[in-house]
C-alpha cells in the first residue's frame, strides 16, 4: 500500500473543499444557463462559409475524447498514473473548445429537425411515416445525450479536483460514475451528428 502511495502524483493544488464547490458550482450553472440562453438564438448572418463545419467539429472532438478516455482508464489499470493525467486534461481542454464551437454552430445554424426532409422547419406526419422508428431512436439518443452533457460537467471538475488534491479514495470513488457517463456523452455526440447532418439546410 505505501508502494501504491509513493507512486501516485502529489497534489498539485492546495486542497480547499469550500473554495472549489463555490467555484465548481457557479462554473457549471453559468456554463448551462448560457448553453440554454443561446441555444434560443439564430444569429442572422452570413458568414461566407458552410456553418455546420461546427457540427463535423464537435463530432470530431467528441470522438478525439472518447478515445482519450478509454486509453486514460488502460493507463490507470497500467499504473501509468502521469499518462493518465495528461490523457484526462487533455479531454478537459477539448471539451472547452467543444463548448465554443457547440455554441457558434447554434448560433448560426439554428436547430434541425429530424425528419424535415424538406427543410421547412417542420416534420409533418407524412414525414415521420417517412422517417419511420429511427426518429424514435435518434430522439432518445439525443434526450440521453443532451441530458447528461448537462449534469456531467460538475461531476467532471470534481473529480478532477479530488485528483489534483491527491484525494485518490474520494476520486476514484466519484471516477467510477463520471468516467462512463463522460464516455456516453462522448459516443453518442457523433451519432447523434451522423443522424441529423442529413436534415442541415
Not at 469550500?18 to 448572418?45: E, M, N, P, Q, T
Not at 455554441?103 to 422547419?121: P, R, S
Request: hydrophobic residues 55%; contains cysteine.
Amino acid at each position: 500500500m505505501s508502494e501504491y502511495k509513493e507512486n501516485m502524483l502529489k497534489a498539485a493544488i492546495v486542497k480547499n473543499d469550500k473554495k472549489a464547490y463555490w467555484l465548481i458550482g457557479i462554473f457549471s450553472v453559468v456554463v448551462f444557463g448560457a448553453v440554454v440562453a443561446l441555444g434560443k438564438f439564430k444569429l442572422d448572418i452570413q458568414p461566407g462559409f458552410d456553418v455546420h463545419v461546427f457540427a463535423k467539429i464537435n463530432a470530431a472532438i467528441n470522438c478525439c475524447v472518447a478515445v482519450l478516455l478509454v486509453s486514460a482508464l488502460v493507463a490507470i489499470k497500467n499504473s501509468k498514473y502521469g499518462l493518465h493525467r495528461n490523457l484526462m486534461l487533455t479531454a478537459m481542454f477539448l471539451s472547452v473548445f467543444f463548448l465554443i464551437s457547440y455554441i457558434a454552430h447554434h448560433l448560426l445554424a439554428g436547430e434541425a429537425k429530424f425528419g424535415d426532409f424538406n427543410h421547412d422547419g417542420l416534420v409533418s406526419a407524412e414525414e415521420k411515416i417517412q422517417v419511420g422508428g429511427l426518429r424514435t431512436v435518434y430522439l432518445l439518443l439525443l434526450a440521453t445525450h443532451i441530458v447528461l452533457a448537462a449534469i456531467i460537467l460538475p461531476f467532471i471538475l470534481f473529480t478532477a479536483y479530488r485528483a489534483l488534491t491527491s484525494e485518490w479514495p474520494a476520486h476514484k470513488k466519484l471516477a467510477r460514475y463520471t468516467w462512463p457517463l463522460w464516455l456516453y456523452v462522448a459516443v453518442t455526440g457523433p451519432i447523434v451528428y451522423y443522424l441529423i447532418s442529413p436534415y442541415y439546410t
